[in-house]
């Protein structure tokens, strides 16, 4: 039997078409975009035609656009980009991706002002968090980056950043989102969001890998990180990578089209396998990290991910590479949290700042399902987790 693959927030499988969208320009039209002659100009109209196509899919302008080499160059950029463009303060969160706190730590060490927000439930900073930090001693609003995810790629969970984006224009900051868990997942449009700034990366939606953008909107004043010639138009130097541009846009246009059925389809299948995990495992035995698609209140889940964690039990504690390596021989590809955390014997920053003990943070598994995920996978993966934690437990 083949294995079930439900690491999806990791990555995607390259699809078909997109790979055939991708092929000629691996091949015969090879040219770099900056020549004059003709094979240069093919390429150029290539770039530029992918750019258009992915505006179009997220509400931005062609010039919007800057291509990068993924999600971590393009929150790199942004991040540095915008401080070293003039922005004295940034605040974010303790549960953002290392693409955002890495850049965001190394500014702080090198004695810019920086505020790293402790989550308020579940991994999602609040709108009332981001007003009082705004309002802080010391904080010049009209100087400020805010940067929050969009959708939390451990535990899912979907940041307000509508009401974020308001609160930040009101007061003149500017708002950056890393968007590469919903980017191709949700149908984003930067107007309705109405954030500064965006960052995507192309092979968590079926694109490939090592390619994404940042949309930076008119009048955002952003410092180029990688220098070199004036390709995007000075934000980011260096010869396009023709063929993973064409395959970015292929896959975001691909994506934005059938994006409600496939939200829908996701959702089907989440609320399954938090009911399977439900049936397989003794009430008590796990949380649920992900947020309940069902409960009344609080906050909100993008629709791919499930994220369980398994409490000490008579004192003791579950050790989660263990529970992955399981659910690995029983055919079921899962993950501990972000792919770049697992293997890491630390727990994940995310649980620990969604308010999990040490112990409990390190004994979770985040399931990710993606479009061709069917009801028999996540069966099997509820049913194999249930048979290897009772068996870890004894
Ligand atoms: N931001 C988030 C939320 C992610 O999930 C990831 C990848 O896991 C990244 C950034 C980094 O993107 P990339 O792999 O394209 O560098």
């Known amino acids: 039997m083949p294995p079930v693959y439900l690491d999806h927030a990791a990555t995607t499988p390259l699809d078909p078409a997109v790979f055939d969208a991708m092929e000629p320009y691996l091949r015969a039209h090879f040219g770099n975009p900056s020549s004059v002659h003709a094979l240069g100009r093919r390429a150029r109209v290539a770039v530029e035609e992918s750019r258009e196509r992915v505006a179009t899919c997220l509400g931005a302008t062609p010039a919007e656009v800057v291509f990068t080499s993924g999600g971590t160059e393009a929150d790199n950029l942004a991040i540095r980009g915008a401080m070293e463009a003039g922005r004295q303060h940034l605040i974010t969160s303790a549960a953002e991706h290392e693409a955002v706190l890495r850049p965001a730590e190394a500014l702080r060490d090198a004695g810019a002002s920086v505020q790293i927000l402790e989550p308020a439930a579940a991994g999602a900073v609040t709108p009332e968090q981001v007003e009082t930090a705004l309002a802080a001693d010391g904080v010049d609003p009209a100087r400020t980056l805010v940067s929050l995810m969009h959708a939390n790629n451990e535990v899912g969970t979907l940041t307000d950043i509508e009401a974020i984006a308001e ?151 579950l050790d989660g590479e263990m529970l992955l390596l399981n659910l690995d021989m029983d055919g079921v ?62």
Not at 211 to 219: I, N, S
Not at 234 to 247: C, F, K, S
Not at 338 to 366: E, F, M
Request: proline share 4%.
């Open 333 to 394: 590809c899962a993950s501990a949290g972000s792919a770049c955390t697992s293997g890491a014997l630390s727990p994940s920053h995310v649980l620990l700042a969604c308010g999990l003990d040490r112990p409990t943070a390190s004994a979770a598994v985040r399931f990710s399902l993606g479009k061709d995920t069917t009801a028999a996978d996540v069966d099997r993966a509820a049913e194999a987790l249930g048979g290897i934690a009772e068996r870890m437990r004894g």
């Open 167 to 317: 609160i930040c224009h009101a007061r003149g900051a500017v708002l950056h989102t890393d968007a590469v868990q919903t980017a191709g997942l949700l149908a984003l449009d930067v107007d309705d969001l109405g954030v500064d700034m965006l960052s995507l990366s192309g092979h968590k939606f079926y694109g490939p890998k090592g390619v994404g953008a940042l949309v930076v909107r008119g009048g955002v004043e952003l410092s180029a990180q990688v220098r070199g010639g004036s390709q995007e138009r000075d934000r980011r130097g260096g010869t396009e990578n023709v063929a993973a541009l064409v395959g970015l846009a292929a896959a975001l246009e691909r994506a934005t089209d059938e994006a409600e059925a496939r939200a829908a389809h996701l959702r089907t299948l989440q609320r399954r396998l938090i009911a399977g995990l439900r049936d397989a495992l003794a009430n008590g035995m796990f949380v649920l990290n992900t947020p309940d698609p069902d409960a009344a209140s609080g906050p909100t889940a993008a629709p791919h991910i499930v994220s369980v964690a398994f409490p000490p039990h008579d004192g003791r504690a």
